[in-house]
């Protein structure tokens, strides 16, 4: 991009953001975009894509006006200038599909525009980023101010800082900036703490474990003085006013522990804050929110003025907890696996509760059934296993399959009586299960046997592996009929 220092007016908001911020002219690229369409260009990304030169033209008609100091920190420049002159550094390499990807959003009538792209600082470190960016209003037939907040995604960084906000533009980029941020009176609430002070209360914490509706009474006092846009379908709120009015709603349930850890913080005086957070959309759903919360420079003597930024990492949170998920469950059968089942023998060798059970299970001809009938049958009939051990293992035990058709139980502080009944509910589980699948009939070996002394975990597992291997022994000397019946049902 060509780059070149504005004239504008001094913005504190926009200089002292801890959000990389750019304020750029692209009313050359406006023109650019009707010349192109006046020379009959209709499918942009084709005609950008068709000659890397035409992606080169746009970006040498964007002007860069002005960058905040946070931009100049994150990419290790010492001043505008360095920046500037220096940008072939910044965007390169990974950036090219990015960069389409906003022109064509712009080019088909957005005023908004975001991408994830691939960004260097100029001393080479790679910086993956989420670019948002919006044409500011009275601006739109012109494209002459854009403002472009790129966040650093490389690592969560302290991403808001104290900010001297001048208030007549502050409102602009305040309204319309591409994150949730939440302007916030907690003067009334600084007044409740400074009075607990002056009661001579030192130890917060303690005093809100015994007083928790002191917390409910702050968060009661909290006066929402603005949000802007984006929070608005953030929140699925259909006005500012909407949303206002239903808070209880936003803030409720799982908030209050959040909100109680806020306030002790604060009570230490630790007026830039940032944590994870719940929040409810007005549609009822869940939002994990990153909270970022600071007290305006000026106003730490009663807290008049607080602004909160509010990033929804609802996705990035469902992501975790599906890997978690994965990392201890078996998909298929919805078992814990066997990293779980490791686990959990390490634990019990460690921190034995004696006596420990163990119930090792084998399904039986799953290979048979997987040559014969399909490996979607075999699927169906682990799936059918694992249906049965869930209805017949309480919490807090946890069945877990530890093979291709193995699986295992282990019962810490069950002895011999309790693990035979529970081998008997599996088996008339298995018979039940049976009266109501069509197919080839669930058999399971079982093979179960008792610890109770320290340090023969293992040898009992050994036995109950054995014990398993010989009920599977009598499975196949006594059911070879059955063995004939499925053979030739599959072959018909």
């Known amino acids: 991009m060509g780059a070149t220092p504005a004239s504008t007016d001094t913005l504190d908001l926009f200089e002292a953001s801890p959000t990389s911020m750019w304020l750029e002219d692209y009313s050359d690229l406006r023109k650019l975009f009707d010349t192109w369409r006046q020379a009959g260009v209709t499918d942009l990304r084709a005609h950008l894509e068709a000659d890397p030169r035409h992606i080169a033209q746009c970006s040498e008609n964007i002007r860069v006006l002005r960058v905040n100091q946070r931009t100049l920190d994150l990419y290790g420049a010492a001043s505008f200038e360095e920046l500037s002159s220096r940008m072939q550094e910044v965007l390169r390499d990974d950036t090219f599909e990015a960069h389409v990807s906003e022109m064509v959003q712009l080019w088909e009538g957005s005023t908004q525009f975001e991408s994830k792209s691939v960004n260097y600082a100029l001393n080479g470190k790679r910086?993956?980023?989420?670019?948002?960016?919006?044409?500011?209003?009275?601006?739109?037939?012109?494209?002459?101010?854009?403002?472009?907040?790129?966040?650093?995604?490389t690592e969560l960084e302290d991403t808001r800082r104290r900010a001297n906000i001048s208030e007549q533009y502050a409102h602009s980029l305040f309204a319309y900036a591409p994150v949730s941020l939440w302007v916030e009176d907690f003067s009334a609430i600084k007044a409740l703490?400074?009075?607990?002070?002056?009661?001579?209360?030192?130890?917060?914490?303690?005093?809100?474990?015994?007083?928790?509706?002191?917390v409910e009474r702050c968060m009661a006092e909290i006066r929402v003085l603005n949000v802007n846009h984006y929070t608005l379908g953030m929140f699925k709120a259909s006005s500012e006013a909407e949303l206002l009015s239903r808070l209880p709603e936003v803030f409720r349930d799982e908030m209050f522990p959040h909100f109680r850890e806020q306030l002790i913080d604060l009570w230490d005086n630790r007026l830039f804050q940032q944590r994870e957070v719940l929040n409810y959309a007005l549609d009822g759903n869940v939002v994990n929110i990153h909270l970022q919360f600071s007290v305006f420079t000026g106003h730490e003597d009663n807290w008049d003025l607080v602004l909160l930024a509010l990033t929804d990492i609802t996705a990035r949170k469902k992501a975790e907890a599906y890997l978690e998920y994965l990392g201890k469950h078996d998909v298929l059968t919805k078992l814990k696996n066997r990293s779980f089942y490791v686990d959990e023998l390490n634990r019990l060798e460690r921190k034995a509760r004696l006596p420990i059970s163990a119930v090792i299970i084998d399904l039986n001809r799953l290979k048979e059934i997987n040559d014969s009938l399909g490996h979607a049958i075999g699927d169906n009939m682990l799936q059918r296993t694992g249906e049965i051990l869930l209805q017949a293992v309480d919490k807090p035990f946890q069945p877990a399959r530890i093979g291709g058709d193995e699986f295992a139980i282990l019962l810490p502080g069950v002895d011999e009586t309790g693990c035979e009944t529970l081998v008997e509910n599996i088996r008339e589980l298995i018979d039940l299960n049976n009266q109501f699948y069509n197919g080839p009939p669930l058999h399971?070996?079982?093979?179960?046997?008792?610890?109770?002394?320290?340090?023969?975990?293992?040898?009992?597992?050994?036995?109950?592996?054995?014990r398993m291997y010989k009920d599977k022994r009598r499975y196949y000397e006594q059911s070879p009929a059955d063995r004939r019946k499925w053979n030739n049902e599959a072959s018909e």
């Not at 293992?458 to 592996?465: F, G, K, M, S, V």
């Open 193 to 214: 703490l400074d009075e607990l002070r002056e009661q001579g209360i030192t130890d917060f914490r303690t005093f809100t474990d015994v007083h928790p509706e002191f």
């Open 127 to 153: 910086l993956d980023i989420l670019l948002k960016g919006v044409i500011l209003p009275d601006h739109q037939a012109s494209w002459d101010r854009v403002l472009v907040v790129v966040e650093d995604v």
């Open 444 to 466: 399971l070996s079982i093979g179960s046997a008792t610890c109770h002394a320290a340090g023969r975990l293992e040898e009992t597992l050994r036995e109950a592996d054995l």
